[in-house]
C-alpha cells in the first residue's frame, strides 16, 4: 500500500456573478475539513444578475473572494484562473466546477493522500482527451511549470494546461477508481453536469426550450428546491420554479 499523504489543496474555482449553485456551496462544507483554502473569482458575463454578496456571505470568512474584470479582450476564464491562482499558497490546488459532486469527500480524498507520493497530478479525462476543468487536483509547483494558460484556444478551456501537464507528468486518471456519471445516475460517485452554467444563463435569457438536457436540469432544480439546508436566493428560487413549470405547462 502506498504511503498515505494528506495534501488539503486549495480549491480554485470560477463563478459568473449571475449564478449561484447551492447543492455545490452545501457539498463545499463536506470538503473543508480536506481542503485548505477555497478562492472564488467572480467573473462578469453582461448579466443584469449580481450575486456575489449574497453567495460571498454563505460562503463564509474562510473563503477568499476576488473580483475579475477583463478589459483587454483577455479570455475571462484564463484570466480569472491565473487572479485565483495569485491568491493561492498551498502546495496543492484544486481546479474544479460547480457542476462537479463527488458524493463521498472523506472517500475522494483519503485515495488522494493514497495516490499522493505516486503521483503530482490527478485528473478526469473526458471524451476527445481533454483533461476535463472539472477536477484537475495538481501540485502548484507543476503549475508554475506550465504556461498557465486555461484559455480556450487551441481546443477548449484548459487544453493547453492539459498538454502541458502530460508533458511534465504522469496524470493519474480518477477514473480508474471513481465512477462518474450524470446527476440522476444514483450508482455514479463523481457526477458532473454539462451545461450547468449556460443552462442558467438561458433561463434567465427567458430560452428554457434550448437547455441542455432539461431532464438532467430539471432534477437538478428540484433538488435544490427540495434541500432543507440550502440557502436559496428569492430571484434564484423564481427562476428555477418559473424553469419548472415551463416544463410541466403550469406550477412545478
Known amino acids: 500500500m502506498l504511503k498515505s499523504t494528506e495534501i ?29 483554502r477555497v478562492v472564488v473569482a467572480f467573473t462578469y458575463h453582461h448579466v443584469d444578475v449580481d450575486y456575489r454578496d449574497f453567495v460571498a456571505e454563505l460562503l463564509g470568512p474562510h473563503v477568499t473572494c476576488v473580483d475579475v474584470t477583463v478589459t483587454d479582450g483577455r479570455d475571462w476564464r484564463d484570466a480569472a484562473v491565473n487572479a485565483a491562482l495569485d491568491r493561492s499558497g498551498a502546495e496543492w490546488v484544486w481546479f474544479t466546477e460547480q457542476d ?68 511534465l507528468t504522469n496524470v493519474a486518471e480518477l477514473s480508474a477508481v471513481f465512477s462518474f456519471g450524470e446527476f440522476t445516475d444514483p450508482s455514479a460517485d463523481v457526477t458532473h453536469m454539462a451545461g450547468l452554467t449556460q443552462n442558467h444563463r438561458l433561463i434567465h435569457d427567458a430560452r428554457p426550450d434550448e437547455v441542455y438536457k432539461p431532464s438532467e436540469m430539471s432534477a437538478y ?10 440557502v436559496i436566493h428569492l430571484r434564484w428560487r423564481a427562476e428555477a420554479r418559473g424553469y419548472l413549470g415551463h416544463l410541466t405547462g403550469g406550477s412545478p
Open 8 to 36: 488539503r489543496p486549495d480549491v480554485i474555482v470560477t463563478w459568473p456573478r449571475h449564478c449561484d449553485y447551492p447543492l455545490w456551496r452545501l457539498r463545499l462544507k463536506e470538503h473543508r475539513r480536506h481542503v485548505g
Open 221 to 230: 432544480l428540484s433538488a435544490c428546491l427540495a434541500s432543507d439546508e440550502a
Open 100 to 167: 462537479l459532486d463527488v458524493r463521498q469527500p472523506g472517500r475522494f480524498w483519503w485515495t488522494m493522500s493514497q495516490w499522493a507520493d505516486a503521483y503530482d497530478a490527478f485528473a478526469h479525462e473526458e471524451a476527445g482527451g481533454r483533461w476535463h476543468p472539472s477536477c484537475i487536483i495538481v501540485r502548484r509547483g507543476l503549475v508554475e511549470e506550465t504556461g498557465r494558460h486555461f484559455g480556450p484556444d487551441p481546443v477548449d478551456h484548459f487544453h493547453s494546461f492539459g498538454t502541458d501537464l502530460d508533458g
